[in-house]
Each structure stands twice: as structure tokens, then as C-alpha cells.
């Protein structure tokens, strides 16, 4: 009433008008600054690499999600189990139908097995591998290839392989896919190409280089993924796409395989400053493969405590982030559907063929004894 005795009615009309265009200006500008705020997003990846689950392995998962219950987890799963059908298809259902739960995200594992690849109608090679020893055909018997190339592999091959894992979860009720994880870590653009062309829009699979110097510079791999880098240099932040693909993701890997505390530590800290410098919430993958846990646990939980206590001091808070893939079914996961095996697999026998040779505690083995129960 005051604005109105003060002005005309037109003045009036059009000093309300400016000034709510200017509240809503500012609050926008307020709002993007809130979203332009730094944050970190602390992803554990779980990779189920498509060897034989161990059951004590989903023991030690269990207990990590039970120490860090509000951290979604995002699941590397790879369609090999599903391609060889049989008993291994059906196991891993029933455990990995288990261990998702709400609000998780499921990736595509991609390694180049024997049964996926000829199952893609590709014809496979014994080499190159990642440690530069050509599989043995022997070792064939029921499955072999995690430790095989894609540098065998031409794109359309690689892309054929893709299509039909993103196919095969599908089917099983493991939902649209729309981030990829290569086994070999950075793996070449072309190979992300071929992701890419199979409607897959984000690579999660880069692993922070530093990280590899003292365990895999003897390897393949290890120079592998330095020629790659050269296109793709994870300290430069405006450089987020290969050929469409996001790989922001891959930017701060930390493999809990390798097991450097120190090293992840350092890690969590550069991934934090640059945040903090950039005002951008940046994700942050601690990844484990599932076979693998038991020897990893100790390292995941550190890591991830890490995580949680460098935010905190820096005052950068912990952001949930969302699942791309949220259109997958658990009773169909574990129901899957009924396909005729490739080859005709026995799970012991696949346990023995393609879990590497270790020693297996008491402990160890009485814990299965218990999950068994």
C-alpha cells in the first residue's frame, strides 16, 4: 500500500516487476552457487569379474556395508557367468541378488573370456595378454581370457562383444547399463568407441596411474595405459570426454588390489584440493574385485574411512550421488531366464580352472563353512 501511494499505478506495476525479476535472479544465482559448491562423491565399486564367487568373499561385502550403510555401491558386473550358463549362471544370481540393494548402480564388467567372445560370434586369440604370456589352450577347458587384450580384438569386434554382455544382463534382469568398466583399466579410444556406439555413456574403469609404477611396470599393461594417457591427461580437468564417453570417473581410481595406503591417501587429498579449487564435486571410485575381498577388506575399509575423514577436515561435504542404471530387478536377477549354455560348465571344476593358485587359510575355510550354514 506504501509502493502504491508513492507511485502510479503503472510505475508501481513495473517496479514490482523488475524487483521480483531480480529476487528470482538471485536466488537462482544463489541456487547455482550451491550447486556449484565443491563436494566429493565416495563410490565403492564392487567388480564381479566373472570368476568363481567365493562364499566367504560375500561375507566380507556384508560387513562392509554394514560399517559404511549410507554408501551406495556401484557393481562392475560382468555377463560371463551368465554366457556360460548352467550352474555358474545360477549361482551367481542367487549371490549377487543378495548383496544389491537400493540405490545401487550396475556397470558392465568387460573382459574378454573365451565363452563371452565366441558367444559374440568373435573368434578368439590366445594373446596378447595384460602380463605378456600367451593363454594357454589348456587352461581353456572350461573358460579362460580375464588376462587377454582387447588389443587382439579390432573396434567392431570389441563392440560386438559389448553389445552382447549389455544384451545378456539385460535379459537377466540387470537393467539398461550405461557405464562400462574395461578390466584393463584406460584402455585405447577406440575400444571406448566401441562402448560408446553401444549406448554407453560413461567409463568408470581408469585407475590412477601412480598407483601402478611399483607393481605392473614390468607388465604390458603398464605401458599400455601410458600411450592411452597421452590422449587423456587425468590432471587437466577440462579434459572430461574421449569421442563422447565421459571418463571423469576414471580421474581419481583408487584399486584396492594394489593396496597402497599411502598412495590412496594421496589420492583422496588431490581429488578433495581440486574440488575445493574447481568448485565441482568430483567422484571418487574405491574399487575391489569381489574374488578378490577377503585379502582386500582391510585396505577397502581404511580407504574408505580415509575418504571420509580428509572431506571432514577440509569441510568438503559427502554427496550421494544417482545411479545411472536404476532399471534393474532383483527377483528377476535372481530368477533370470532359461538359456541354452555355450559350454556345459561344472562350478568346481570352473573354480579350479580359473581361480588363480593360493593358499586358503583355516580360518578362511571355516568362515565358508559358516556362510554355507
Known sequence: MLLKSLLPNSDAVRFLSLFATAVTMNCSVIENQAVARPGVEIVPVAVWQGKTTRPWSLGVLRDIRQKFPNMRMAHAVSAVPLARGGESDQGFRNK??????????????????????ERSNVKFRYEPTVFGIAVNPEDCATDCGLDLSFNAFSSSEVSSIVAKSKDILAADGFGQVKAVFFDEGVVSGSVRSAALGNGINEDWSGVEMTQLRGT?????????????????????LDVTLSDGLNLDHARYGIQAEIGDLESA?????????????????????????????????????????????????????????????????????????????????????????????????????????????
Open 265 to 373: 591417501t594421496r589420492i583422496i587429498k588431490n581429488a578433495i584440493e581440486t574440488a575445493i579449487k574447481s568448485d565441482r564435486t568430483l567422484r571418487l571410485p574405491i574399487v575391489f574385485n569381489i574374488e578378490d575381498l577377503i585379502h582386500t577388506q582391510t585396505f577397502v575399509e581404511e580407504a574408505l574411512q580415509k575418504a571420509t575423514q580428509i572431506a571432514g577436515e577440509m569441510s568438503v561435504p559427502i554427496r550421494e550421488w544417482r545411479a545411472l542404471n536404476s532399471s534393474w530387478d532383483q527377483d528377476a536377477i535372481k530368477r533370470g531366464v532359461v538359456t541354452a549354455p555355450l559350454v556345459a560348465v561344472h562350478s568346481s571344476d570352473h573354480g579350479r580352472a580359473n581361480d588363480e593358485a593360493e593358499f586358503v587359510s583355516d580360518d578362511e575355510r571355516l568362515l565358508s563353512i559358516e556362510l554355507a550354514h
Open 96 to 117: 549377487f541378488a543378495k548383496i544389491i540393494q537400493p540405490g545401487d548402480d550396475i556397470l558392465l564388467h568387460v573382459a574378454p573370456w573365451k565363452s563371452l567372445v
Open 216 to 236: 605392473m611396470m614390468r607388465f604390458p599393461v603398464y605401458n599400455w595405459n601410458v600411450a592411452n594417457l597421452e590422449s587423456f591427461p587425468l590432471n587437466k
